[in-house]
């Protein structure tokens, strides 16, 4: 059985239905085609499944791309208050939790529903449990699935990235890319847990579930948020992020104690030093079963000047040299993709294949963490959507 249509997009997460919704508020017939047995999945578990789903501050600045240019023009065009416009026609409840990061008072599902209502009332067409088998280009795009014939002028790629393969994450996007000719950069787990050495696991890991607010630098980059010691590692907002510009064997600079100096106090001599002294003094900014560890392999052999000086560089630069990720089983985003040179900047149309185009997690264009990624999918998909 042959659909014809006006355009077809590949994936039904948050970027494919914001495409559809903006090319069927003007007229076009579409038809979103998801693998899966419902929309949105990653939507639904985003935000502890409550869909942290923009973030008011968005900026430029806040996305990784090999061309740090690229996203200015959708993002300046679908913004975050239009899509918190979208959420207050649907009376959907919001709040901002922290950091400008907007999330649903009650759940996921929430925003899904909302995005199903606008496809619906878009006259968007839903094929659920559709399994591509090949895709031709003609004088139209051809997507064969088992059972049926898609053929349509345009064809979407929304399929994302690799992050979380248990709810359906495959490299299906950057294969069709790759089909057309289009270039790819090497994608890598981003917004992901790092693992610590067995020497250093061995120190600090059975303190898992212990968390501290710190900076963590790398790459040029900082981060001052939560961090959270695991099972294996070191995961919390300020770890999540600076692992989107982490490479092996680079190390993470952790300052545990930022706008403080925990030595002042012992540098007049005539002040007492001992270790029960400073444990108390660090007591002050970490936890105690961390601090008290964290001094347990770093404490003065001695209490010169010169110690305690390296002792103060240490707390504001603790070195850790991660020997990887959780890799994409945990990771929230895929960084890397399609290469934004292969794009127009304002419709993410392809420039080789016209009526091909790239949207959302499959673009080499990823967010922070705190509802950036989502807000990037809108924007994309809005530009695709209206140029279509």
Known sequence: MTHSFDALILGGGAAGLMCAIEAGKRGRRVAVLEHANR????????????????????????FISSNPHFAKSALARY?????????EKHGIAYHEKVLGQ???????????????????HAGVSIFLNTKIRGVEHT????????????????????????SIPKIGATPFGY?????????????????????LSAEDCSRYCDLAGVSAEVIASCGGQRFREKMLITHRGLSGPAILQI???????????????????????????????????LRAELRKVLPHRFSDRWLD???????????????????????????????????????????????SAKTME????????????????????????????WASGAAAGRAL
């Open 297 to 343: 392999w770093h404490a003065p052999t001695s209490w010169t000047n010169q110690a305690l000086a390296d002792l103060e560089a240490q707390t504001h630069a603790w070195a850790i040299s991660p020997t990887g990720t959780e890799g994409y089983e945990k990771a929230e985003v895929t960084a890397g993709g399609v290469d934004t040179d292969e794009l």
């Open 139 to 162: 004088t139209d795009f051809i997507v064969r699935a088992a059972n049926a014939e898609f053929r349509a002028p345009a064809l979407v790629v929304a399929t994302g990235g690799l």
């Open 79 to 87: 913004t975050p208050a239009d899509f918190i416009a979208l959420v």
């Open 102 to 120: 907007l999330f649903c008072d009650h759940s996921a599902r929430d925003i899904l529903g909302m995005l199903e209502a606008e496809c619906q």
């Open 175 to 195: 294969d069709l890319a790759r089909q057309f000719g289009l270039a790819i950069r090497e994608p890598w787990p981003g917004l992901v847990p790092l693992l």
């Open 350 to 377: 392809s420039r080789k294949v016209p009526g091909l185009f790239f949207i959302g997690e499959v673009v080499d264009v990823t967010g922070h963490l705190g509802g950036f990624n989502f807000q990037w999918a």
């Open 39 to 62: 929309l949105g999945k990653k939507i639904l578990i985003s935000g502890g499944g409550r869909c942290n789903f923009t973030n008011i501050h968005c900026r430029p600045e806040n």
């Open 243 to 277: 692992s989107s510009y982490w490479k092996e064997p680079q190390p993470v600079l952790i300052d545990l104690v930022s706008g403080c100096e925990v030595t002042a106090g012992f540098r007049d001599p005539k002040t007492q030093r001992n270790p029960g002294a």
